[in-house]
Nanobody, 121 residues
């Protein structure tokens, strides 16, 4: 059984930095992790993609975070990171880790439990 466990959220002042981590457990059920990514959901808003990284090395960022956030992945540890710099009040949201994990011929979506990021202005 695969589970995603997130850490690293918290309260930070505008202009500050945070680093989120998300590790997938249950390595016996993982053949490959095709995509690792981060989404966020602010109160009253839809969940949106923040950043993603494929197994081939491609990355994708929301326009609102380009130049400030960096996604990276450690494939040996089945872990994805999100380094967030120059945080703004509007980055306040619950951040969710997402992984598209393959086992055999099947691919499945997994989500973390969410971690709160609060940026004070």
């Amino acid at each position: 059984q695969v589970q995603l466990v997130e850490s690293g959220g918290g309260l930070v002042q505008a202009g500050g930095s945070l680093r989120l981590s998300c590790a997938a457990s249950g390595s016996g059920s993982i053949d490959r992790i095709n995509v690792m990514g981060w989404y966020r959901q602010a109160p009253g808003k839809q969940r949106e993609l923040v950043a993603s990284a494929t197994s081939g090395g491609s990355t994708n960022y929301a326009d609102s975070v380009k130049g400030r956030f960096t996604i990276s992945r450690d494939n040996e540890k089945n872990t994805v990171y999100l380094q967030m710099n120059s945080l703004k009040f509007e980055d306040t949201a619950v951040y969710y880790c997402h992984m598209l994990i393959g086992r055999g011929i099947f691919n499945s979506n997994y989500w973390g439990q969410g971690t709160q990021v609060t940026v004070s202005s």
